[in-house]
């Protein structure tokens, strides 16, 4: 059973940080790029950052560059997105992507975990 599975979300203060988690089961993490999206009510799902294969190349929105940090362990098979310095529109619904490199063939995502930063 393919899964990826998402955890750390919570309520957080202004200015605070959390760290999500990603666990993949059923498929090994190495032969996908990996990929943190979100999604607020209203609005329509972003890409937040992108990690590849053995973490060489990251990326990130503009929104978020410089406080958030992608990161990999593709032995412990985990994603995780270390989020610094929260706003308040920073909360929504963040979501686990795996995607097969080079191909793009075959994609994975998460149920999500919800981050709320509010005071």
Same mark, same amino acid.
């Given at each position: ?41 209203? %609005?329509? *799902? ?6 590849? @294969?053995?973490? /060489? +190349?990251?990326?990130?929105?503009? !929104?978020? %560059?410089? *406080? ?6 593709? @032995?412990?098979? /985990? +994603?995780?997105?270390?989020?610094? !310095?929260? %706003? ?32």
């Amino acid at each position: 059973q393919v899964q990826l599975v998402e955890s750390g979300g919570g309520l957080v203060q202004p200015g605070g940080s959390l760290r999500l988690s990603c666990l993949a089961s059923g498929f090994t993490l190495s032969s996908y790029d990996m990929r943190w999206h979100r999604q607020a009510p209203g %609005k329509e *799902r972003e890409l937040v950052a992108g990690i590849s @294969r053995f973490g /060489t +190349v990251t990326n990130y929105a503009d !929104s978020v %560059k410089g *406080r958030f940090t992608i990161s990999r362990d593709n @032995r412990k098979n /985990t +994603v995780y997105l270390q989020m610094n !310095s929260l %706003k308040p529109e920073d909360t929504a619904g963040y979501y686990c992507n795996a995607r097969r490199s080079p191909d793009g063939n075959l994609a994975y995502w998460g149920q999500g975990t919800q981050e709320t930063v509010s005071s």
